[in-house]
């Protein structure tokens, strides 16, 4: 599962305005049909990734067709 974020938060669909989170070094996506569903990524402190993932930051995955949007860190 290749992770990404959306470049263009008012335009968060367009597939071309993303770019691949690197530096994860584990995932978990859930996804619900009526409740919120969930993420949770590991990486190392000095990964960057909370600069890449920062708060509001709309992301999805190459196995789905759905977004979240980053809540905490």
């Known amino acids: ?12 669909t ?3 305005q993303g770019v691949f989170v690197n530096g994860l070094l584990s ?3 859930v996804e619900r049909y009526r409740q ?3 993420f ?3 990486a190392k402190a000095s990964s960057g990734v909370r600069e890449q ?6 992301i999805s ?3 789905t067709h759905e977004i979240m949007v980053v809540d905490n860190h």
């Open 27 to 29: 995932k978990m996506w």
């Open 53 to 58: 993932l920062p708060l509001g930051a709309f």
């Open 36 to 38: 919120a569903g969930e």
């Open 40 to 42: 949770r990524f590991t």
């Open 14 to 16: 367009k597939m071309e």
């Open 61 to 63: 995955h190459t196995d």
């Open 1 to 12: 599962m290749d992770v990404f974020t959306f470049l263009n938060p008012t335009s968060p």
